[in-house]
């Protein structure tokens, strides 16, 4: 098993700026892929930003050139670093990560989620 653990949310107005941070332990042969989701009130949880091992990215066209995502293989550490944050940005945001103990099965993880809101 993975643990997860996600810090840094919190309140922060329209424009401002959040750096998300999130630690994986536990049962960790090689994280292929660790990144961010989120979920609003209402909404389906969505992708933010994912990073594969190899330094691969993929974001969500929403947060494009705002947000950036990034990882240290060695600390199983990845952060995302929100910039000119909006009021629609407003979500809980998770930790997600995934590795592949077999070739025939990947195992996901959730972080708990941690809050961000944005507004005046």
């Known amino acids: 098993q993975v643990q997860l653990v996600e810090s840094g949310g919190g309140l922060v107005q329209p424009g401002g700026s959040l750096r998300l941070s999130c630690a994986a332990s536990?049962?960790?042969?090689?994280?292929?892929?660790m990144g961010w989701y989120r979920q609003a009130p209402g909404k389906e949880r969505e992708l933010v930003a994912t990073?594969?091992?190899?330094?691969?990215?993929n974001y969500a066209d929403s947060v494009k050139g705002r947000f950036t995502i990034s990882r240290d293989n060695a600390k199983n550490t990845v952060d995302v670093q929100m910039n000119s944050l909006k009021p629609e940005d407003t979500a809980v945001y998770y930790c997600?990560?995934?590795?592949?103990?077999?070739?025939?099965?990947?195992?996901?993880?959730w972080g708990q989620g941690t809050q961000v809101t944005v507004s005046s």
């Open positions: 997600n990560a995934q590795q592949r103990p077999t070739s025939f099965r990947t195992d996901v993880y």
């Open positions: 536990g049962t960790i042969f090689s994280l292929n892929v």
């Open positions: 990073m594969t091992s190899g330094g691969i990215t």
